[in-house]
């Protein structure tokens, strides 16, 4: 079975993710932090990182980047409110750090359906 951690401080955004997951054959793990999101992962065989860009203690970014040292071949998805230019900006940081995919909220249950399915193979 498949594990997903999602990796975001808003609460209401992780029970989202966490429900549209629920129909997947995988295991979800969530973290509210990149802190917290360090600690699962390094626990845990993540077969795919769903994480917001800006959250306290660790952000998205920091986050990625440490997940690249541990695992350069993990699939990272980004999520990120980015309408505005910085949060642009920072969604292709993440892409040139290693993050495959990027969403920007809002996105649609199909939209984020289809990017993990693909993500999974």
């Given at each position: ?21 629920k129909k997947e ?12 999101g360090m600690l ?21 970014i920091q986050t ?58």
């Open positions: 079975m498949k594990k997903i951690l999602i990796i975001d401080d808003d609460p209401k955004m992780r029970d989202l993710l966490k429900h549209y997951l054959p995988a295991t979800i793990l969530s973290a509210p932090d990149g802190e917290d699962l992962f390094t626990d845990h065989d993540i077969d795919l990182v769903i994480i917001d860009i800006f959250m306290p203690n660790k952000d998205g990625i980047i440490e997940i690249k040292q541990k695992k350069a071949d993990s699939k990272i998805l980004v999520i990120s409110g980015g309408g505005e230019q910085t949060g642009l900006e920072y969604i292709k940081q993440a892409k040139a750090l290693g993050a495959k995919e990027a969403l920007v909220k809002p996105f649609t249950k199909i939209d984020f359906l289809k990017t993990v399915n693909n993500m999974l193979g």
